[in-house]
C-alpha cells in the first residue's frame, strides 16, 4: 500500500483535516494486506477555485446606459453590482467592492469605457476593453453628495451634479476635478429666495455646447454659459421636475413634473412655458386646469427625419386608476399608446440611429428596464410589439425552490429537448433582429452537453441549455396543471399543509440516460413523468395514495385496507403487498371525525391533454391519518431500469413499482431496522402543527441567517456514540427527534456479506447517520415484468456515520464509478416491433466475478458521505477501509461524488463556506478552500456539483452564479469569456449644410479645455474629492493600446511616456485607504509624504 503525500494539500487545509487524514491513514494499514491498490491520478494541483458566470436578471437594477455604437447594455443594481450585455451570449458580471448601490452610468460611447456614480458618492472608470472589466480609477467625493452625472459624446469633461446644488467637473482621462465649478447661488441668483434643491438634470444645448441646462429640483431650470460664466435664462415653474430632454434643434426642452404634466420651453421664452400637457390627465370644462396626475419619473424628446416627434415618459397615470399595472406612454403625433408593464419601471432609455445629439434622432426601440424584467420596444412596428429577449432572465419567473446540475449528458438530449420546447413559444413579437448586438463571443473549448434543471414555487420546471458557459431556456414543465385549482382563498382545500404555494418543487430526480423524470413537490406528493415526442390525451391519470405512518402499534384503517405485515429483516421475501387506494379518494374521516385518508391536493378526474414533452406517468400522494397531515418528502430516487421510485420522509420509507402502479413497500422508519435497531425508542404520535411554507419563496428576502444558527439541519438525538447538534432546518426535515429518510440510491451490488454476486438494491440513509440495505427481486423482463410482482425485502445490513447520511455511490475494482442500471430512453407511445422488443432488455452493470481458483477478491467499494464524515466500504466484507472527518465544527450541505480528469472524486460544501474535494477510494484531502458563509437558506437549497469540475447556486432570487473547481477550466476561462469591446468606426458627424455653415446657424463646438483645464481653471480643492487608482490600471493601459486607439487610450498612454503614473507603493496605499470606511489622517500624510518623490514607470 503505497503512502500518500499529504503535503502537496493546498495551503487552505485545516488542522481538524490533517488529524483526520491520520486516522484514515491507520485504516489504510489494517486494510492494506487484502486491498488491491488501485492506482489514482487526481492531485491537488488539478484544483482551483473561480467563479465563471453569472445568469439571470440582474437583482434589484437601479440604473441603465447603452452605447449606441458598440451597441452594449450597462444595468447597475442596489448592491453595487454591474451587470455588461452584448449580442445573446456575450454578458458580463462585475461588482464594486464597496457594495454601494450604482445610481448612474455613463458610456464613453465607443471608447471601451464606462463610468459608474454609486450612493457612497464615488465615480468609478471601467475599462471594457478587457475580458473581464476592471476599474481604471475612482474618485471618492468627501463633501457633497452626487445626484446626477452627463458626459457629453465625444468629450473628456464629466459635469457631476450634487444634492447641494453645485456642479464639478471631472476630467475622465486623469480622473481628476477641474478648478470651474458652477456654483447654484451664481446660478440662480435672485430668482428664487430659497435653495433650489439637488441637481436632477445636465445636459449641453445640442447645437451650442458652450450651454449648460441645469434643471433643479425645485422647479428652476438654468441655461448656464460656460464661457461668461453666468446664466443666459432662467425658466421657473411650479411643480418639482423629475427629468429634463432637448429636441434636437436646440430651441426647445421639455420637463416632466411631479404632477403628471409635462412643460415644453422655448429656450429664449423664460417666462412661461410654450406649451402644458398632461398626457393621463381628465380634462374638465369650462377651461379649468386638469386634476393632478402621479409625477412623470422620465420624458424623453426623440425627432424623425420624416413625421412627427415621439414623446415617452415614465409614470403620470391619474390617481384614480387604483390597481392598475405601471405604463410606459409613447406619444407620437396625436396618437397616445399606453404600454402595461408587469413591474414597476426602474428606468428607460429610447435607443436611436444616432449618437450625435444635434441630428434627427430617428428612434427605433425603447429598453425599459423594470424591478424584474428587461423589456425592449419595437417603436417602427405598429402596435409596438416587443422583442423576443434572448437573454436568460426569467430564471426567477416564479422564485427557485431547487436546482439540479448536470455536465457531459447524452448528445441527444439538448435537441429533444429543445425541439419540444420549441412549441410553447408565444407569438406576436416584433420581426426584427435583437437590437443589442456588441461583442463577440469567446472561444469554445468545452464540447461537452451541460443541462440545469430549476425547480419553482408554482410548480413549474425548467430545463436549459447551460453549455460553453451560456444559458438558454430549452423546455418549461407546468407540473401543477394536474391538480384542480382553487378558485379563490374560501374555495381552498382545508387539507393543504402549507399556507402558500401549494405545488412548489422541493427535489427533483432525473435519469437522463432514459430521461425519466420524478418531482417531490412540497404538498407531500410525487409525481412521474416519461419524456415522449408524441401528444396524447390521458383519460384518467393514474394515481396512487399512500399512508406513510410513523407509529406502528394502534393504526386505525378504514375498512377494505390491509395494513402490510411487518417484514422481518434477513429473511423476508415476502412481497410487501398493500391495496392501492381507489381513485379518487373514497374516505375522507375515520370515525372519531378526523381527517383520514385524504391528499392534499385533489388530482383532475377530467381527461387531460399532453403535449410532446414530459408527460405524467404516475401521480402518488401522501395522505392525512388520522387528523394528522402527511410529513413533507425528504428524499426521492426514481430507476428507469428497475421501474421503480422510492421516496421517504421523517415518518418512513415508501417504493412503488410505476409500471404495475402498485405500492411495494411502506414502513415507517423504526421498522426498516426491524431487532437490529440500535436505538430505545418509544413510537410517539405525529405532531400535530401545521406546517411552514418551508420558506421556498424568498424573491423579496432581507435577512440573513447568523453564523450561530448555521448548525447541522436535523434532529437532536444522543448515543453511546456520538451527539448531534441541532437547529433551523435546512431541508424540510423535521424538527423533531424523528429518524428521517435523507439519501436513497439504487445500485447493483453486494447486500450481505456471503454474497458471491452483486445484485439489484436500494441503499437508504438516514439523518441519524444510518444506511440501510433493501434488497429488490425483480421479475425477468418483457411481458412478465408487468405481471409478476417485484419482491423487496430489508437485508439486514447496517452501517454507521455521524451525521445526516447526504450521499452515496459505488465504484468497481478499478476505482471507476458504477452508474445505477438504466434503460435507454425510447419513445412509448408509438407501438413497437417484436425485433425492438427483444432489444429493450433492461441494461445493468456488469459485475466482475472472480475466477474459481481464486479466492474472493473485494470488488466493489461503497463511497457514503454524511453531514460530518466520508466513509469508504469494501464490498462484499463491508470492512471501512478509508474514513475521512470533513468537519467538525461546521456541517455538509451537499456533497456529490462527480467525474474529473478521467477520473473521480468527492466534492463538499460545508456551512461554513469551505469548498472541499477529496480523492476516490482513499480520501484523500486535495482541495480546501473557504469560498462563501451560508448566509441565507436559498444557497443551501441550490448548491450542486456537478462532473467537470462545475457547480452552481443560486446567489441572488434572480440569478445563478456558476463556478468550477477545475484548474483547467480555470486556464481556459479566460479564452471562453466573450469580448465587450469591438473595434468600430464612429459614424460621420450630421452635415451642416452650406447655409448654416455660412449663417452660423449649426453646432456650435467649445474648447472645454481652455475653460476647464488648470491653466484656465485653476486647481480643485483638495479636501472635496480624493483620486483612487484602480486595481485594474496597469492591464486596462494594455487592454487600451491594443485595440482603437481612441481619445482615453491615447491619454493613459501619454501619462506613462510623461512618467506622471503612480508608483506601486502610492497605488497600494490608496486602494488601503479606499478600502477602510473612513480616511485617516495617518494615510492622508503617508501619501503626501510619497507625493514629492521622484515617480517611476511599471
Known amino acids: 500500500m503505497r503512502k500518500f503525500n499529504i503535503r502537496k494539500v493546498l495551503d487552505g487545509l485545516t488542522a481538524v483535516s490533517s488529524a483526520a487524514s491520520a486516522s484514515s491513514a491507520a485504516q489504510q494499514q489494517q486494510a492494506g494486506n487484502r486491498e488491491t491498490e488501485i492506482q489514482e491520478t487526481l492531485q491537488s494541483e488539478h484544483f482551483q477555485l473561480c467563479k465563471t458566470v453569472r445568469h439571470g436578471f440582474p437583482y434589484q437594477p437601479s440604473a441603465l446606459a447603452f452605447d449606441p455604437v458598440q451597441k452594449i447594455l450597462a444595468i447597475g443594481t442596489q448592491t453595487g453590482a454591474l451587470r455588461l450585455f452584448g449580442r445573446p451570449g456575450v454578458e458580463c458580471y462585475c461588482q464594486h467592492d464597496s457594495g454601494a448601490a450604482v445610481i448612474q452610468l455613463q458610456f464613453l460611447i465607443n471608447e471601451g469605457a464606462l463610468v459608474s456614480a454609486l450612493a457612497d458618492d464615488t465615480l468609478h472608470l471601467w475599462n471594457l476593453r478587457q475580458k473581464r472589466p476592471a476599474i481604471l480609477h475612482s474618485l471618492k467625493f468627501n463633501r457633497e453628495r452626487i445626484t446626477f452625472c452627463h458626459l457629453p459624446f465625444q468629450s473628456k469633461w464629466l459635469y457631476v451634479g450634487t444634492e447641494r446644488g453645485n456642479i464639478h467637473i471631472v476630467n475622465v482621462e486623469s480622473f481628476t476635478l477641474s478648478g470651474y465649478v458652477i456654483m447654484w447661488n451664481k446660478a440662480i441668483e435672485l430668482s428664487s429666495k430659497s435653495h433650489p434643491g439637488p441637481i436632477v438634470h445636465i445636459s449641453d444645448n445640442p447645437m451650442d455646447e458652450g450651454k449648460l441646462l441645469i434643471g433643479f429640483e425645485s422647479g428652476t431650470v438654468?441655461?448656464?454659459?460656460?464661457?461668461?460664466?453666468?446664466?443666459?435664462?432662467?425658466?421657473?415653474?411650479?411643480?418639482?421636475?423629475?427629468?429634463v430632454a432637448w429636441h434636437h434643434e436646440g430651441k426647445q426642452f421639455i420637463c416632466s413634473h411631479s404632477d403628471g404634466t409635462l412643460t415644453i420651453w422655448n429656450v429664449k421664452s423664460p417666462t412661461k412655458p410654450f406649451q402644458t400637457i398632461t398626457p393621463h390627465g381628465k380634462q374638465l370644462k369650462d377651461g379649468k386646469k386638469p386634476e393632478p396626475c402621479k409625477p412623470i419619473l422620465k420624458v424623453e424628446y426623440k425627432t424623425t427625419r420624416a413625421g412627427d416627434p415621439f414623446i415617452i415618459l415614465s409614470g403620470g397615470l391619474s390617481y384614480d386608476t387604483v390597481g392598475r399595472r405601471p405604463c410606459l406612454t409613447v406619444m407620437h403625433g396625436k396618437s397616445t399608446a399606453v404600454l402595461?408593464?408587469?413591474?414597476?419601471?426602474?428606468?428607460?432609455?429610447?435607443?436611436?440611429?444616432?449618437p450625435y445629439p444635434n441630428d434627427f434622432q430617428e428612434p427605433y426601440a425603447v429598453v425599459v428596464l423594470l424591478e424584474k424584467d428587461l423589456v425592449l420596444i419595437d417603436l417602427a412596428q405598429n402596435g409596438y410589439p416587443i422583442f423576443e429577449n434572448p437573454y436568460p432572465l426569467t430564471i426567477h419567473e416564479s422564485p427557485v425552490t431547487c436546482c439540479e446540475y448536470f455536465a457531459d449528458c447524452p448528445v441527444d438530449l439538448i435537441p429533444a429537448l429543445y425541439s419540444v420546447g420549441a412549441r410553447q413559444k408565444r407569438q406576436g413579437y416584433s420581426k426584427k433582429e435583437w437590437p443589442i448586438s456588441g461583442g463577440n463571443w469567446g472561444l469554445i473549448t468545452q464540447s461537452y452537453p451541460e443541462i440545469i434543471i430549476t425547480g419553482h414555487a408554482d410548480g413549474s420546471i425548467k430545463f436549459w441549455d447551460a453549455s460553453a458557459i451560456t444559458l438558454q431556456v430549452l423546455y418549461k414543465l407546468k407540473t401543477a396543471k394536474v391538480f384542480e385549482k382553487s378558485r379563490n382563498k374560501e374555495d381552498r382545500p382545508n387539507t393543504d399543509i402549507v399556507d402558500e404555494d401549494p405545488y412548489a418543487i422541493q427535489i427533483i430526480s432525473w435519469c437522463p440516460e432514459s430521461r425519466m423524470l420524478c418531482i417531490a413537490g412540497v404538498s407531500a406528493h410525487v409525481i412521474i413523468y416519461r419524456f415522449s415526442k408524441q401528444e396524447v390525451t390521458t383519460e384518467v391519470i393514474p394515481m396512487l395514495e399512500v399512508r406513510l405512518l410513523y407509529e406502528i402499534n394502534d393504526v386505525e384503517t378504514p375498512d377494505g385496507e390491509q395494513v402490510p405485515p411487518l417484514p422481518t429483516p434477513g429473511t423476508g421475501s415476502n412481497p410487501q403487498s398493500i391495496v392501492p387506494q381507489s381513485h379518487p379518494s373514497t374516505s375522507s374521516s375515520s370515525s372519531d371525525g378526523l381527517r383520514d385518508n385524504v391528499p392534499c391536493l385533489k388530482v383532475k378526474n377530467s381527461p387531460l391533454k399532453q403535449s410532446p414533452g414530459y408527460q405524467i406517468e404516475l401521480v402518488i400522494q401522501l395522505v392525512w391519518v388520522s387528523g394528522e397531515p402527511p410529513q413533507q418528502i425528504t428524499s426521492l430516487a426514481v430507476n428507469s431500469a428497475y421501474g421503480l421510485v422510492v421516496f421517504g420522509n421523517c415518518n418512513g420509507i415508501a417504493m412503488v413499482d410505476y409500471l404495475q402502479k402498485t405500492v411495494l413497500l411502506n414502513l415507517g422508519t423504526i421498522e426498516l431496522y426491524g431487532s437490529n435497531d440500535p436505538y430505545r425508542r418509544e413510537p410517539r404520535s405525529p405532531r400535530k402543527t401545521r406546517q411552514p411554507s418551508g420558506g421556498l419563496c424568498d424573491i423579496n428576502e432581507g435577512t440573513t441567517v447568523p453564523e450561530d444558527r448555521c448548525k447541522s439541519p436535523t434532529s437532536d438525538v444522543k448515543d453511546n456514540s456520538f451527539s448531534r447538534s441541532r437547529s433551523s432546518s435546512v431541508?424540510?426535515?423535521?424538527?423533531?427527534?424523528?429518524?428521517?429518510?435523507?439519501?436513497?440510491?439504487?445500485?447493483?451490488?453486494?447486500t450481505r456479506k456471503a454474497d458471491t454476486s452483486p445484485s439489484p438494491c436500494l441503499w437508504v440513509g438516514t439523518t441519524l447517520g444510518t444506511v440501510l440495505v433493501i434488497v429488490l427481486n425483480l421479475p425477468p423482463g418483457g411481458e412478465q415484468r408487468l405481471l409478476q410482482p417485484v419482491i423487496v425485502s430489508p437485508s439486514g445490513t447496517i452501517l454507521r456515520l455521524k451525521g445526516a447520511i447526504l450521499r452515496m455511490a459505488f465504484l468497481d475494482t478499478t476505482g471507476s464509478l458504477v452508474p445505477p442500471a438504466h434503460e435507454p430512453w425510447r419513445e412509448h407511445n408509438v407501438p413497437e416491433d417484436?425485433?425492438?422488443?427483444?432489444?429493450?432488455?433492461?441494461?445493468?452493470?456488469?459485475?466482475?466475478?472472480?475466477s474459481s481458483s481464486q479466492e474472493i477478491s473485494e470488488n466493489q467499494y461503497a463511497v457514503i458521505c454524511s453531514e460530518k464524515q466520508a466513509k469508504v466500504i469494501s464490498l462484499p466484507s463491508q470492512n471501512c477501509i478509508y474514513k475521512q472527518n470533513i468537519t467538525e465544527t461546521s456541517f455538509v450541505l451537499r456533497g456529490d461524488i462527480v467525474s474529473l480528469s478521467n477520473s473521480i472524486c468527492l466534492a463538499c460544501f460545508c456551512a461554513n463556506g469551505h469548498i472541499m474535494t477529496f480523492s476516490l477510494p482513499s480520501l484523500r484531502p486535495l482541495l480546501d478552500v473557504y469560498y462563501l458563509p451560508l448566509t441565507n437558506m436559498r444557497i443551501a437549497r441550490t448548491f450542486c456539483f456537478t462532473n467537470n469540475g462545475q457547480a452552481l447556486y443560486l446567489v441572488s432570487p434572480t440569478e445563478i452564479q456558476r463556478l468550477t473547481y477545475s484548474q483547467e477550466t480555470c486556464e481556459n476561462l479566460q479564452e471562453m469569456l466573450g469580448e465587450l469591446f469591438t473595434p468600430v468606426e464612429t459614424p460621420e458627424a450630421p452635415n451642416r449644410g452650406f447655409f448654416k455653415g455660412l449663417f452660423g446657424g449649426g453646432a456650435q463646438s467649445l474648447d472645454r479645455e481652455e475653460l476647464f483645464g488648470e491653466s484656465a481653471s485653476g486647481k480643485a480643492s483638495r479636501s472635496l474629492a480624493q483620486h483612487i487608482p484602480g486595481p485594474g490600471g496597469i492591464e486596462g493601459v494594455k487592454g487600451a493600446a491594443s485595440g482603437v486607439v481612441g481619445e482615453l487610450a491615447r491619454a493613459r498612454l501619454a501619462l506613462d511616456e510623461r512618467g506622471q503614473k503612480l508608483g506601486e507603493l502610492e497605488e497600494k496605499t490608496a486602494a488601503m485607504l479606499y478600502s477602510a470606511d473612513s480616511f485617516s489622517k495617518h494615510a492622508h500624510e503617508m501619501m503626501l509624504k510619497y507625493k514629492d518623490k521622484k515617480w517611476y514607470q511599471f
Not at 224 to 239: C, N, P, Q, V
Not at 834 to 850: A, M, Q
Open 340 to 354: 402595461e408593464m408587469d413591474y414597476s419601471i426602474v428606468d428607460f432609455l429610447t435607443l436611436c440611429e444616432t
Open 731 to 750: 431541508t424540510s426535515i423535521d424538527k423533531e427527534s424523528r429518524e428521517a429518510i435523507s439519501a436513497l440510491h439504487f445500485c447493483e451490488t453486494f
Open 222 to 243: 438654468v441655461l448656464w454659459d460656460l464661457k461668461s460664466k453666468k446664466a443666459d435664462y432662467r425658466y421657473t415653474h411650479d411643480e418639482a421636475i423629475h427629468s
Open 834 to 850: 417484436k425485433d425492438e422488443k427483444d432489444k429493450s432488455k433492461k441494461r445493468r452493470p456488469v459485475s466482475v466475478s472472480p
